[in-house]
């Protein structure tokens, strides 16, 4: 069964960098791609980009100039860094594996709450 | 605002059949991309319900299905069970951002 967790600080500073992994068992993520979601309080799902194993990457526009996203395949992680963090990015970030660019998302995180607050 | 509408709830009786619509453009679900549809218990990892408009991943009952036309699609639920209670939300693509629904509450009266 593939489970994916993300991990990462519930807390960060108004200008910080956001810094999440996301750990995938039970099944590798050589040839898939990992996307990274997020949900702010009482809103709709936001889609913040995706990476592939090879460590190409594709990133929302609206997020593009903010957003760096990599792979360790070593560890079975994809990893996320968002920069200059505002309240505004409050949300609970997942994480999902799926298997090409534009394709369903197999498998989903539980999410993770991050709190932007000084 | 999301680029997918979804009605923000509905209900039902057990037993009873309920439908939940994701409506989108002409530049997302009309434009031939596929939709699918996750559901989704707070706390937990949300669960692939229906892929390609109306496909089920294994191990999701036939209660479930999915379908599409035009610019909407639908999600339908037969024989509703109290364990169907639970957030649900569509997901399509416009060129290569993928979008979502804004997400459907369903309670089971």
């Known amino acids: 069964q593939v489970q994916l967790q993300e991990s990462g600080p519930g807390l960060v500073k108004p200008s910080e960098t956001l810094s999440l992994t996301c750990t995938v068992s039970g099944g590798s993520i050589s040839n898939y791609h990992g996307s990274w979601i997020r949900q702010p309080p009482g809103k709709g799902l936001e889609w913040i980009g995706s990476?592939?194993?090879?460590?190409?990457?594709n990133y929302n526009p609206s997020l593009s100039s903010r957003v760096t996203m990599s792979v360790d395949t070593s560890k079975n992680q994809f990893s996320l860094e968002l920069h200059s963090m505002t309240a505004a990015d409050t949300a609970v970030y997942y994480c999902?594996?799926?298997?090409?660019?534009?394709?369903?998302?197999?498998?989903w995180g539980q999410g993770t709450l991050v709190t932007v607050s000084s | 605002q999301s680029v997918l509408t979804q009605p923000p709830s509905v209900s039902g009786a057990p037993g009873q059949r309920v439908t939940i619509s994701c409506t989108g453009s002409s530049s997302n679900i009309g434009a031939g991309y596929d939709v699918h549809w996750y559901q989704h218990l707070p706390g937990t990892a949300p669960k692939l319900l229906i892929y390609?408009?109306?496909n089920r991943p294994s191990g999701v009952p036939d209660r479930f299905s999915g379908s599409k036309s035009g610019t909407s699609a639908s999600l339908a639920i037969t024989g509703l069970q109290d364990e169907d209670e639970a957030d649900y939300f569509c997901q399509s693509h416009d060129g290569s951002l993928r979008i979502f629904g804004g997400g459907t509450k369903l309670t089971v009266l």
């Open positions: 999902a594996r799926h298997r090409y660019s534009g394709s369903r998302l197999d498998y």
């Open positions: 390609g408009n109306n």
């Open positions: 990476v592939f194993y090879s460590g190409s990457t």
